[in-house]
């Protein structure tokens, strides 16, 4: 069974960092693209980053220059380097499994709560 489990996420000040894991187990995860995703209350999901299995980087506008999506293939695992973090970013992340051919499979994480206040 296909599962996606986020951790790192929490309380933190405007303007700090946190760090996001999203560990994947029973896919080939190096063939699949990654990504991280956020649903604020009241709101859509909406993309955060992505990065193929090429390492072809994608990011929201919102947080370019801010955010960084990285991959370790060795070790299943996706990452998300938060920093000068925002109250607007306040939001459930949720990790994304997605395969870019035929069958396009697609697997969520159960998210993780990110926090920005003072």
């Known amino acids: 069974q296909v599962q996606l489990v986020e951790s790192g996420g929490g309380l933190v000040q405007p303007g700090g960092s946190l760090r996001l894991s999203c560990a994947a187990s029973a896919i080939r995860f190096n063939i699949y693209r990654m990504g991280w995703y956020r649903q604020a209350p009241g709101k859509q999901r909406e993309l955060v980053a992505t990065?193929?299995?090429?390492?072809?980087?994608n990011y929201a506008d919102s947080v370019k220059g801010r955010f960084t999506i990285s991959r370790d293939n060795a070790k299943n695992t996706v990452y998300l380097q938060m920093n000068s973090l925002k109250p607007e970013d306040t939001a459930v992340y949720y990790c994304?499994?997605?395969?870019?051919?035929?069958?396009?499979?697609?697997?969520w994480g159960q998210g993780t709560q990110v926090t920005v206040s003072s």
């Open positions: 990065i193929t299995s090429t390492g072809n980087l």
């Open positions: 994304n499994a997605f395969l870019l051919t035929m069958p396009y499979n697609s697997y």
